[in-house]
């Protein structure tokens, strides 16, 4: 039996690693006394006390001193390290490499020249997220039509644009406490129209005319408009401030 050196497990003779925990066995011999395995490195036979360490000095002695060729464990077997292999030969001979330093013939350098050339590379232009693109050749940019309303005065044909920047829009004449946006004073038989006569409301992109209390009324198509009330306008209402459709216009959206 092989005792471990590091666990003490009892393995069986010729083992080359314990069974326990792995460890390399020390190699072991015959007793020359009584043939009882012993451990190589024992200074004594554990059987019947016979002294290894004179019988392995008188050996060494006799001996010349030798180098032993390294073992390798493999599995549960001790076998010597295989020989050194010899250099295989090349399986391809590699060609030697020639420079020449000859000008290539005339016929091949004008061959290359007649090529067309190369295109650039092709470089994408990014976007930055703060600028605008600029414009593509003459493409004008795109832009928002505000839509305009007039009024066209029938009886002198004269158009009257109203204002864009007001939300509500005064029609009379001059007074002191509501002076109107648009002036009727100067058209013929002005007269009929009160100084604080209507209102147009701009809501969004929709015109509402009301009357605010005027004294001789509003009429929306021949139609009176009652004080409170409120039409909306669309392109070709006819709008009369005062009786007898004296001062007209029509409203138009352009």
């Not at 001996?63 to 399986?91: F, K, M, R, Y």
């Not at 295109?119 to 976007?127: D, S």
């Amino acid at each position: 039996m092989i005792v471990c050196p590091n666990c003490n497990h009892q393995n069986p003779d010729g083992a080359v690693q314990c069974e326990a925990c792995y460890t390399p066995l020390p190699a072991t011999t015959s007793c020359p006394n009584c043939g009882a395995p012993v451990q190589t490195d024992a200074s004594f036979c554990g059987q019947c006390g016979f002294s290894l360490q004179n019988k392995a000095e008188a050996e060494a002695e006799a001996e010349p001193q030798t180098a032993a060729p390294p073992t390798v464990a493999i599995g549960s077997h001790a076998e010597s390290s295989l020989p050194d292999l010899a250099a295989p030969d090349p399986l391809v001979q590699a060609d030697p490499l020639v420079v020449s330093s000859s000008v290539p013939e005339r016929e091949n350098l004008s061959a290359v020249s007649n090529l067309p050339p190369s295109a650039p590379p092709f470089t994408p232009v990014m976007a930055s997220g703060n600028s605008a693109t600029p414009n593509q050749g003459n493409i004008a940019p795109t832009r928002i039509q505000q839509q305009k309303a007039l009024l066209n005065h029938v009886q002198t044909k004269t158009n009257i644009e109203l204002p864009q920047n007001l939300s509500i829009i005064h029609l009379g004449k001059p007074n002191e406490q509501i002076p109107p946006d648009i002036d009727v004073s100067g058209f013929p038989n002005s007269e009929v129209v009160s100084r604080v006569h209507a209102d147009i409301r701009v809501e969004g992109d929709a015109y509402y005319i009301e009357d605010v209390g005027s004294s001789n009324g509003t009429y929306i198509n021949h139609t009176p408009l009652p004080k409170g009330n409120r039409h909306r306008l669309r392109s070709g209402d006819r709008i009369s401030l005062g009786k007898g459709d004296l001062v007209t216009f029509l409203f138009q959206l352009s």
